[in-house]
């Protein structure tokens, strides 16, 4: 062969390829290693996740303590004494609760307490205005939230209209008992923002949320989708209402008043 | 031939050659750099994939089970020879290596790298107060 130009540029060109292509076969094979994922075998599912309060049932503050005990526990939630607390499940008044406030309520209403709690809308602000995608919706209308990725910015606090968020001011593993934690859920970090998450990874094993079960029926869980669910039958046979519905956020969280 | 400041020349090589083969001359002698002994789990023969694999791609493993299992509500791994596993580093991972100072540490630290899973998940040995 001549050594010309042509044919060492040709040569090069071929070698590149080949080069190119045995790096990335070698890539294909190491991220397959022939495995596969699936869904867990009892895995609850539905269309679209959501729960109905009945504020007759828990409408006391103790009442709602013991449901944000369970929670709290079950999710290695810290209690923080002053304005910096963690919250996921909580009691507010009505007029804190809803916007939709009349003159002269009843005592009854005026003095009940309200569960409150991520309301997992279908328009969630959260989402739409965190930076990083580490708020987001999963198809079964779930809000949840990956912590690895939240560079806690506070924006979704910002979006939220229900004050569902809390911050991580400091360290949450200083006002967790050792003794006391979870472990097969991890704790948050310093500097990242926590809320409920409907309890995922119960419902991955085929179990109801935390305060679901700490409730005695004051609070049903069920498939929004499914119009034979039990959460359907109640809200076809009650009138509900909703936290803000003006904002247009569509909350998941239905209350029997 | 002359070599013009050949004084100044020489002795600025024999000092750079000093201080480029300083290195050497400290660590001539010591023993060279072995992988760390690590401490197995006693009733699991075979992790969730080949040695080999584990020991090069469990960052990028454990980097998809996250997405896997929190955005795609995948939690169930089957590995190549179809065995079945809980994504999930607590529940999983940590349940067979139960010692994270005696395993995990042992190599993070040689290699210098200090990941911050345990920032958030809890270590098979529980938080200390």
Known sequence: MNHTRRNFLKFMGVAAAGLCAASAGSALAVSGAGSSIKE???AANAKRWGMIIDTQKCGTKEAIEALSKACHSVHNVPDIPGNQNVKWIWAAKFSEAFDQHNNYMDEAHETCQYV???????????????????????????????????????????????????????????YLDPSKLNKEFPTRMRGVVEKCN???????????????EASNGGLVF??????????????????????KPSHGTEPGVYYII | MK??????????????????????????????????KLKMPENEKECIESKEFMRTKH????????????????????????KEFEMSLQKTCMKCHTNKAEFCDKCHNDAAVSPY?????????????
């Open chain 1, 40 to 42: 867990p075998a009892n």
């Open chain 1, 116 to 174: 409150l709690l991520c309301n997992h809308c279908t328009n969630p602000p959260c989402v739409r205005v965190c930076p990083t995608k580490a708020t987001y919706k999963r198809a079964d209308g779930i809000v949840a939230m990956d912590y690895h990725r939240c560079i806690g910015c506070r924006y979704c606090m910002a979006g939220c209209p229900y004050g569902a968020r809390s911050f991580n001011f400091m360290d949450p593993r200083k």
């Open chain 1, 198 to 212: 409907f309890c995922v990874e119960r419902l991955a094993h085929g179990k109801q949320p935390a305060c679901v």
């Open chain 1, 222 to 243: 069920g498939d929004l989708g499914d119009a034979n669910s039990e959460i359907r039958k109640l809200l076809r046979e009650h009138y509900t209402i909703r936290r």
């Open chain 2, 3 to 36: 070599l013009y400041n050949g004084g100044k020349i020489i002795t600025g090589l024999v000092i750079f050659l000093g201080v480029f083969l300083a290195p050497f001359a400290y660590n001539a002698g010591k023993a060279a750099y072995t992988q760390p």
């Open chain 2, 59 to 82: 960052m990028q493993l454990l980097n998809d089970w996250r997405d896997w299992a929190l955005r795609d509500g995948k939690r169930v791994y089957v590995n190549s020879k179809g």
């Open chain 2, 117 to 129: 899973c345990w920032d958030c998940h809890i270590q098979p040995e529980g938080l200390k107060k």
